[in-house]
């Protein structure tokens, strides 16, 4: 049987998620809970993290490498940020190490954006980015990254330029969950409208300034037209996405086109977006990207070898 190399971790404001890996990078074990930063700031880290490694049966000796919010201000323990322009070869040399505990654990920094006109932070995406485009990276890339903050990100010769976050899912969750617009989706089913989602995606790449009226357009057109909860439901994420693409595809786009990093439903939402706009997109799944973000930074850290 194939023996550990390390444990990689992947811990979100909400999630977390842990992969036992051998030195090929092969995963030989996976975790999934909602035990994310929030609720492990409350259990203790530590002991989140040892109920899970319990579960996988890893070895005590194996080291640990985390990446995203558990490295924040507010998380285990604060693992700053590389200011852009950013080399995603630094995020490997700046990990740090959680005191106190026996095992070797590293948490990789975020990514800040110290422009006083668009001030911007990013922890986990830039993991993402490592594994996405590698640290041999050359030429242009424009990198969409969807999410609760969806990030939008330049990247020249391996090197972060600037990025956007854009508040679209959680905006979508209290759109739909606290406004008068949770009428109009209330009762909807897991069916999908494709039509309706593009439909609102042009809208609202096309008129961005008009988002909060085409949102509302939503109930208006339940209550006039019979339009479904369903179509209500794809009209507020298509309007919500469209104004993002509308920013995201305010400059110029590369050749190659957009670099997808996602997973998911989301993967899905944001390919049908792009199509609706005739926007060439290369998708790279987002749990593939972060687990080979967090095995190139393995090998740097605790190896000298390219295969951790």
């Given amino acids: 049987m194939t023996e550990p190399a390390y444990v990689a971790v992947d811990w979100g404001t909400s999630s977390f998620r842990l992969w036992l890996v051998d030195r090929s990078g092969q995963v030989l074990a996976e975790r999934r809970s909602g035990e994310g930063m929030l ?52 995020i490997l040399k700046q990990a740090a190490r959680v005191p106190g505990e026996a095992r070797d654990i590293r948490i990789l920094p975020g990514i800040a954006q110290r422009d006083a006109g668009a001030p911007d932070v990013m922890r986990g995406e830039e993991t993402q980015l490592l594994g996405a485009l590698g640290l041999e990276a050359t030429g242009a890339a424009l990198v969409c990254m969807p999410g609760t903050h969806s990030k939008w990100v330049r990247v020249t010769d391996g090197t972060v330029a600037n990025f956007s976050t854009f508040m679209t899912g959680e905006l979508f969750s209290v759109v739909s969950r606290e406004t008068i617009l949770s009428l109009a989706v209330a009762g909807a089913d897991d069916a999908e409208d494709v039509a309706s989602f593009k439909t609102a995606v042009k809208a609202a790449y096309e008129a961005p300034a008009f988002a909060a009226n085409l949102l509302f357009g939503a109930r208006a057109r339940q209550l006039l037209f019979g339009s479904t909860p369903a179509a209500a439901r794809e009209t507020l994420s298509g309007t919500l996405i469209g104004a993002e693409l509308a920013a995201g595809l305010s400059g110029s786009v590369p050749k190659a086109g957009i ?17 609706a706009l005739s926007v060439t997109v290369q998708p790279i799944d987002a749990d593939e990207a972060v687990r080979r973000g967090l095995s190139m930074a393995a090998a740097a850290i605790w190896t000298k070898q390219k295969d951790f």
């Fill in 259 to 275: 670099t997808l990093i996602a997973s998911g439903r989301l993967a899905t939402l944001y390919q049908d977006a792009f199509d």
């Fill in 39 to 90: 609720a492990a700031a409350k259990a203790g880290f530590a002991g989140v993290l040892q109920s899970h490694l319990a579960a996988t049966d890893a070895p005590a000796h194996l080291p640990v490498l985390v990446c995203g919010m558990a490295g924040a201000k507010t998380g285990w323990v604060e693992a700053g940020y590389v200011d852009t322009p950013a080399p995603l070869a630094a």
